[in-house]
């Protein structure tokens, strides 16, 4: 067990009870009896969030060994409180990803995409999203181990596909990284009509690149389609996230999440309902949870 591993192992125990205690005080809370209309409009909101499919993805800088246990432990506690359906994580390690396990195996089911150095993954709720089938896509060109998490689920009886990737970093990567894009844009357009097909990574793309390479007709990038909300713009601020000491100050849209609707007759859709950035709130060490902030989205499955 690593030193990093023996501080989480015991941060665990005490922040398991806190947990605890804190969701049976709100479980007290809101079985308190109500009015009808009060029971009858609790139904209902608890009826529209159930048709909605919840996804967050984020870059967690394991590689990074500042604060690990701290930030790690973050990470866990923005899941917990976020509860998504969908986990999409770039630059794992295994200490982070046996961290999570102690913690939220019961309630979700994990991919990775790889074992050595750092990695791809997915996490899955198991009450929410049935696992069909998973494969890494290598990229043949990568010099960054960069690869591409897939996974075939259902949810609520809708055939999904989810994409996640980390595509090659650095401005003089460039042709690399627009491969890397145009392999997933295939992979995307091609899968059958009656799935819908979601990609969310860190794609590292400047706007240029993306102008070069272009969207599909079928291909939505759900900011855009979301309006381009100005506070979900930037993903990547050196200006605003202070865990790296960077000389120069930039500001990119290297998160991303792409939708690609399913065409066939009678297929529910999904459609792009809400975006926020995550991790924005410096934990009690000083640095955030990463050097990116994380994007949490909701789809209304209609």
């Not at 259902?154 to 990284?177: D, I």
């Not at 899968?191 to 599909?216: I, S, W, Y």
């Amino acid at each position: 067990m690593t030193d990093m591993e023996k501080v989480l192992a015991v941060a665990e125990s005490s922040e398991i009870k806190t947990t605890s205690s804190t969701k049976d005080r709100k479980e007290g809370k809101e079985n308190t009896p109500g009015t009808s209309n009060d029971t009858e409009n609790q139904w209902e909101k608890e009826e529209k969030e159930n048709n909605k499919l919840s996804l967050i993805s984020w870059n967690v800088d394991g590689l990074d060994p500042e604060q690990q246990p701290e930030r790690a432990r973050g990470l866990c506690s923005y899941i917990i409180s976020h509860s998504p359906d969908v986990v999409f994580l770039q630059e794992l390690i295994q200490p982070y990803t046996r961290f999570m396990k102690m913690r939220l195996v019961a309630n979700y089911t994990f991919i990775e995409g790889g074992k050595e150095s750092y990695f791809i993954g997915m996490m899955l709720k198991k009450s929410r999203i049935t696992l069909l089938d998973s494969e890494i896509v290598e990229y043949p060109t990568s010099r960054q181990m960069r690869n591409l998490l897939v996974a075939q689920v259902l949810f609520k009886g809708q055939k999904l596909c989810l994409m996640t990737s980390h595509f090659e970093s650095c401005k003089p990567n460039a042709a690399n990284r627009m491969k890397q894009l145009r392999l997933v844009m295939k992979r995307m357009t091609e899968a059958p009509d009656d799935v819908t097909v979601l990609f969310g990574g860190d794609t590292n793309l400047r706007d240029a690149e993306m102008v070069e390479v272009g969207l599909p007709g079928c291909i939505c990038d759900v900011w855009e389609q979301l309006g381009e909300p100005e506070n979900c713009r930037y993903t990547w601020d050196t200006y605003a996230n202070t865990n790296l000491d960077h000389r120069y100050k930039s500001r990119f849209r290297f998160d991303r999440l792409y939708l690609r609707r399913a065409a066939g007759d009678g297929v529910p859709q999904l459609e792009p309902d809400s975006m926020a950035l995550i991790g924005l709130e410096k934990l009690k060490c000083g640095l955030y949870t990463s050097d990116h902030w994380g994007i949490y989205c909701t789809f209304s499955a209609l």
